[in-house]
């Protein structure tokens, strides 16, 4: 069993009113080379939603979920927005913790998914005189909680289809993409990101459809490509998948997300249910892990894990960097 002495909840964090919109951008991408057109029509998806990104309120929730179940104080840090993880440590530091674990609200190895929050937790250390120790918890993709979540809401999802859908609805199963060079890197051995979701779509559709192994019973589609058009991201994006997809009706699971955020409320709510209606393609969408009950109490049963060893510091590299 891990011994800690308090709870992070690391996060990526999003604006809260429409002033933040283009400064919290400019954070995300800094050093990215992200095109600015591209950096523009993504701050029209914040301010269509009134310049508020829906995650900093779930992390408030999934915290105030968690809380209760666990006898640890709980402490909130984001990479790209207030509270910014450098603030809360220096708050942690001071009420005197001295050993934190670290809970991050995304479930998979990759630079982005994964080292780049361990480089923001070091960083934000190094800033501050006394800061805490803190130990990343595992990767939770394949956890019978996360799993469980995500099945639930899946079956939900498939009941609000008409009846006679369900049975040959297709389980499209969503993430957001990463550059191919990045996908190749990720993990010990390279490719952990991919392999690791697949894994998880297919444990949740044994828990919906009692046979997941098969791969044959779900597709793994990339949502929320970035990045310059000439740079390769893992393809198929899934408004493309829709256009070619052999069956009756979809229900897409976000399975490489952990809260309903801006990723998937835009990008799959709006843009990928465009295209499902366009083409008079029944579509429905499974809520994400959110504060799903066993998602909650699988914070708990982490932190009774014995302590993870933690990455091996060669994995995950992160890409070059642009001048942004
Ligand atoms: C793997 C992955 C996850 C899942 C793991 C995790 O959850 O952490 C994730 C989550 C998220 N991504 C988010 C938002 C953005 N991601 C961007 C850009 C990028 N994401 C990337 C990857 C990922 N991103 C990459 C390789 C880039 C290119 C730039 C770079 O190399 O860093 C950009 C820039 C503009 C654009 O989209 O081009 C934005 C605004 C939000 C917040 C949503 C909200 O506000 O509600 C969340 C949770
Ligand atoms: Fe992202």
New binding site residues.
């Given amino acids: 069993m891990g011994n800690y002495d308090a709870l992070l909840v690391v ?5 809260e009113k429409p002033d933040d919109v283009m400064p ?2 400019e954070n ?2 800094r050093g ?3 095109p600015r057109e ?2 523009l ?2 701050e029209a998806h ?1 301010q269509r939603f009134g310049g508020a ?3 900093n309120q779930q992390c408030r929730d999934l915290i105030a979920a968690v809380e209760p179940t666990i006898d640890l104080p709980v402490y909130w840090g984001n ?2 927005w207030h509270p910014y993880l450098e603030d809360t440590l220096r708050r942690m530091a001071s009420d005197g913790v001295r050993r934190a674990a670290a809970f ?3 479930a ?1 190895s ?4 994964c080292r ?2 361990l480089d923001d937790i070091a960083l934000a250390r190094a800033a501050v005189e006394g800061a805490p120790e803190v130990v990343k918890l595992r990767h939770y993709f394949d956890h019978p909680g996360f799993v469980a979540a995500m099945a639930d809401h899946t079956r939900e999802a498939l009941d609000r289809l008409p009846a006679g859908l369900r049975d040959s609805a297709r389980l499209v199963f969503t ?5 191919t060079s ?1 996908a190749a890197t990720a993990g010990p051995g390279g490719g952990a ?1 991919e392999a690791q979701l697949r894994r998880a779509a297919a444990l949740v559709t044994a828990e919906v459809r009692g046979d997941g192994e098969g791969e044959g019973a779900w597709d793994l589609v990339w949502q ?4 310059a058009p000439h740079i390769p ?1 893992l393809e198929p994006d899934v408004c493309d998948h829709l256009l070619e997809v052999d069956a009756p009706a979809v229900v897409l699971v976000p399975i ?4 309903d ?5 835009y990008d799959l709510d709006v843009e990928a249910a465009e295209t499902a209606k366009k083409i008079g393609l029944p579509l429905v969408r499974a809520t994400t892990a959110g504060t799903h009950p066993r998602f909650v109490s699988m914070v708990g049963e982490l932190l009774a894990e014995p302590e993870p060893t933690g990455c091996a510091a060669t994995c995950c590299p992160a ?1 070059p960097r642009r001048r942004g």
């Fill in positions: 996060s990526f964090g999003g604006p919290f951008l995300v991408i990215r080379g992200i591209r950096l029509e993504v914040y990104s829906p995650i990479r790209n991050v609200t995304s998979y990759s630079y982005s998914a780049q929050y993430a957001h993409s990463i550059p990045m990101y929320s490509r970035s990045g991201w490489g997300f952990v809260s955020h801006m990723e998937v409320v890409p």
